[in-house]
T-cell receptor
Framework: KNQVEQSPQSLIILEGKNCTLQCNYTVSPFSNLRWYKQDTGRGPVSLTIMTFSENTKSNGRYTATLDADTKQSSLHITASQLSDSASYICVVSLEEAGGGNKLTFGTGTQLKVEL | NAGVTQTPKFQVLKTGQSMTLQCAQDMNHEYMSWYRQDPGMGLRLIHYSVGAGITDQGEVPNGYNVSRSTTEDFPLRLLSAAPSQTSVYFC????????????FGDGTRLSIL
């Protein structure tokens, strides 16, 4: 069964500190992996997309890494800010016959940044 | 630049009632989809459309209908609301089925009593 597991479930850090969120998946055949940020009461917003051949992608203070051999990804947040408080969702895309993609969503890591 | 607009933002229904959740996008995207988000679960695909006049079922389609008469609009209909359909519903769009990320709306929070 195609699954996406994220850890930790929740995390509290102090403003200015770095943190790393983990995503393990069993999806195959793999097409791409995405990280989304979801603020409370809002829809998810894309942070990064990585294909099989990419092992790192940055978006400002957010850096995602991918190890397709071990089926693991991480999202590293540098110099956290209060506005980083959100749920971070890992999404893995399964390549389908006919050219489509099927997305499997993780349940997210709830990050809280405190003063 | 509105992006994906969902209405209403909140709704309370009684069991058995029907209603339509509206979704509109102004980016001329061909691919649109509906998801539901429940506590402790990842987003699940309800229905999707690869273009005007074309719709298909996702992972959890039972109890929902969709239509796509224009590129811009993709309404989701609850035929006879059940408490199990209490959820947050998100509409999303992207240029095509393979080109992601999707652009999500801010959701409709639906409670069925």
């Amino acid at each position: 069964k195609n699954q996406v597991e994220q850890s930790p479930q929740s995390l509290i850090i102090l403003e200015g500190k770095n943190c790393t969120l983990q995503c393990n998946y069993t999806v195959s055949p793999f097409s791409n992996l995405r990280w989304y940020k979801q603020d409370t009461g809002r829809g998810p917003v894309s942070l990064t997309i990585m294909t099989f051949s990419e092992n790192t992608k940055s978006n400002g203070r957010y850096t995602a890494t991918l190890d397709a051999d071990t089926k693991q990804s991480s999202l590293h947040i540098t110099a956290s800010q209060l506005s980083d408080s959100a749920s971070y969702i890992c999404v893995v895309s399964l390549e389908e016959a006919g050219g489509g993609n099927k997305l499997t969503f993780g349940t997210g890591t709830q990050l809280k940044v405190e003063l | 630049n509105a992006g994906v607009t969902q209405t209403p933002k909140f709704q309370v229904l009684k069991t058995g009632q029907s209603m339509t959740l509206q979704c509109a996008q102004d980016m001329n995207h061909e691919y649109m989809s509906w998801y539901r988000q429940d506590p402790g679960m990842g987003l699940r695909l309800i229905h999707y459309s690869v273009g005007a006049g074309i719709t298909d079922q996702g992972e959890v389609p039972n109890g929902y209908n969709v239509s796509r008469s224009t590129t811009e609009d993709f309404p989701l209909r609850l035929l006879s609301a059940a408490p199990s359909q209490t959820s947050v519903y998100f509409c999303a769009s992207s240029p095509d089925r393979r080109e992601r990320p999707q652009h999500f709306g801010d959701g409709t929070r639906l409670s069925i009593l």
